[in-house]
């Protein structure tokens, strides 16, 4: 079945430490997007890729990076400049960059700084 | 600059009545509009869009939006509301259909049996 993969499903970082979440998609979809989830914020885009080996800041990419080597994986690495990063993180996909077509998701990806 | 909002952060109904979850946007140009639902600890599930044509839009589950464009609204209706329908609803819009979706902050459904 086609679909996003995201992993882990949790994950816990310590104060100071690197963690990089894992997005893989077989729709064959040009363009991917990571949200970040907070209660009562609703979503907001961390980055975006409308193609390979480009990316594009979102509103609170500070503290976040990423990387997209193949169409099918844009992972997201949390930095220890991100000083809140606790949160739901969300990947999603679109055919063509968008236009129009709804995103699809995967099923998140939790992160608790311990 | 392109926004969304959901005035509703909670809204609830008995099961059996008809449901209402209100979005509206703010825009320079022709919007794409879309209703999205989660359930816990899940990624969210597209319900509906509306990108041009006939006003009334109808999507996944029995559930259906209105374009109003005069009030700059996209309001999610359900004609009858089920206990499963409980869940948290998210509008988004994007702007030309070439930009990120921007989403609300999400209303939750409570339907009371």
């Known amino acids: 079945d086609g679909g996003i993969t995201q992993s882990p499903k949790y994950l816990f970082r310590k104060e100071g430490q690197n963690v990089t979440l894992s997005c893989e998609q077989n729709?064959?979809?040009?363009?991917m997007y990571w949200y970040r989830q907070d209660p009562g914020q609703g979503l907001r885009l961390i980055y975006y890729s409308q193609i390979v080996n480009d990316f594009q800041k979102g509103d609170i990419a500070e503290g976040y990076s990423v990387s997209r080597e193949k169409k099918e994986s844009f992972p997201l690495t949390v930095t220890s400049a991100q000083k809140n990063p606790t949160a739901f993180y969300l990947c999603?996909?679109?055919?063509?960059?968008?236009?129009?077509?709804?995103?699809?998701f995967g099923s998140g990806t939790r992160l608790t700084v311990v | 600059a392109q926004s969304v909002a959901q005035p509703e952060d909670q809204v609830n109904v008995a099961e059996g009545n008809p449901l209402t979850v209100k979005c509206t946007y703010s825009?320079?140009?022709?919007?794409?509009l879309f209703w999205y639902v989660q359930y816990p600890n899940r990624g969210l599930q597209f319900l509906l869009k509306?990108?041009?044509?006939?006003?009334l839009v109808k999507g996944s589950y029995g559930f259906e939006a209105e374009f109003n464009k005069s009030q700059t609204s996209f309001h999610l209706k359900k004609p009858s509301a089920l206990v499963s329908d409980s869940a948290l609803y998210f509008c988004?819009?994007?702007?030309?259909?070439?930009?990120?979706?921007?989403f609300g902050k999400g209303t939750r459904l409570s339907v009371i049996a």
């Open positions: 999603a996909s679109t055919p063509d960059r968008g236009r129009g077509d709804g995103y699809t």
């Open positions: 825009v320079s140009g022709n919007p794409y």
């Open positions: 729709l064959n979809h040009d363009a």
């Open positions: 509306y990108i041009t044509g006939d006003n």
């Open positions: 988004a819009v994007s702007f030309s259909g070439n930009t990120p979706l921007v």
